[in-house]
C-alpha cells in the first residue's frame, strides 16, 4: 500500500513564526503536492513538485514556499505565520500523469494564533 | 478555465436509500475525471476514475459514476447507502495548467446517514 505521512497531525503556532509542514511518501512517486482545505471552499493547490528541487506555483502561493531535496520529501513552508493561514494542510503523490491516482496523507491541522 | 462545481453543499439520505451526487465540470478537452471521499479526520482516498472508454465506472465501496459529456457531467451513484458512507465528497478533474499536470477540485458534499 501507498504510504503518505504527515509529520504532525495538530500544530498550534504563533503570528510571525517560521513553519516547516513535512510529508513524506513512500512509493517513488515523482508528483508531491500541497493542498489547502477549509470549508466551504474545497481542496486548493498551494504548490506542485514533479521532480527533485523541481517545483511549481498553484492557485495559493502566497506566503508559502516548499522545499524537495529528495524524492521521497516534500516541505511546506510558512515563513511568518499569520492568522489567516490556519487551516487543513494536505499532502499528496502520485505518479506523472493526468489519469495517476494522488494518494492523500492525513493532513496537518495547523491552528495560528 | 477548468472547473468543477458540486451543486450540493449537504446532503442527507436515509440508511438503505440510494444516492446520488452531482458533479459537473468544465473543460476544454477529454477530461479526466475523479471522485475523493474524506472520512472525518482522513485524509482523501480514491473512489474511482474515468478517462476514456465505457462512460459507467464502477469503484469501491460499492460506488459507480457515469460520464455524460453532452451534459458536462461526473454524478456519483450508489444504490444502497450504508452510515458509514456518510464522508465528504470530492469531484475532481485533472488538467494541465500552471501547476503542470495537477487536479482541480469541486468544494466538496458533505453526506449524512440517518437510521
Known amino acids: 500500500d501507498v504510504k503518505v505521512t504527515q509529520s504532525s497531525r495538530y500544530l498550534v503556532k504563533r503570528t510571525g513564526e517560521k513553519v516547516f509542514l513535512e510529508c513524506v511518501q513512500d512509493m517513488d512517486h515523482e508528483n508531491m503536492f500541497w493542498y489547502r482545505q477549509d470549508p466551504g471552499l474545497g481542496l486548493r493547490l498551494i504548490y506542485f513538485?514533479?521532480?527533485?528541487?523541481?517545483?511549481e506555483k498553484g492557485d495559493i502561493p502566497e506566503g508559502y514556499s516548499v522545499s524537495r531535496e529528495k524524492k521521497e520529501r516534500f516541505s511546506l513552508i510558512l515563513e511568518s505565520a499569520s492568522t489567516n493561514q490556519t487551516s487543513m494542510y494536505l499532502c499528496?503523490?502520485?505518479?506523472?500523469?493526468?489519469?495517476?491516482?494522488?494518494?492523500f496523507g492525513p493532513g496537518t491541522r495547523l491552528l495560528v494564533l | 478555465a477548468q472547473s468543477v462545481t458540486q451543486p450540493d453543499i449537504h446532503i442527507t439520505v436515509s440508511e438503505g436509500a440510494s444516492l446520488e451526487l452531482r458533479c459537473n465540470y468544465s473543460?476544454?478537452?477529454?477530461?479526466?475525471l475523479f471522485w475523493y471521499v474524506q472520512s472525518p479526520g482522513q485524509g482523501l482516498q480514491l473512489l474511482l476514475k474515468y478517462f476514456s472508454g465505457d462512460t459507467l465506472v464502477q469503484g469501491i465501496k460499492g460506488f459507480e459514476a457515469e460520464f455524460k459529456r453532452s451534459q458536462s457531467s461526473f454524478n456519483l451513484r450508489k444504490p444502497s447507502v450504508h452510515w458509514s458512507d456518510a464522508a465528504e465528497y470530492f469531484c475532481?478533474?485533472?488538467?494541465?495548467?500552471?501547476?503542470?499536470?495537477?487536479?482541480?477540485f469541486g468544494k466538496g458534499t458533505t453526506l449524512s446517514v440517518s437510521s
Open positions: 473543460y476544454g478537452a477529454t477530461p479526466y
Open positions: 499528496a503523490s502520485s505518479p506523472p500523469g493526468l489519469v495517476e491516482t494522488q494518494y
Open positions: 513538485s514533479y521532480d527533485v528541487k523541481m517545483k
Open positions: 475532481a478533474v485533472g488538467a494541465y495548467g500552471q501547476a503542470g499536470t495537477a487536479l482541480i
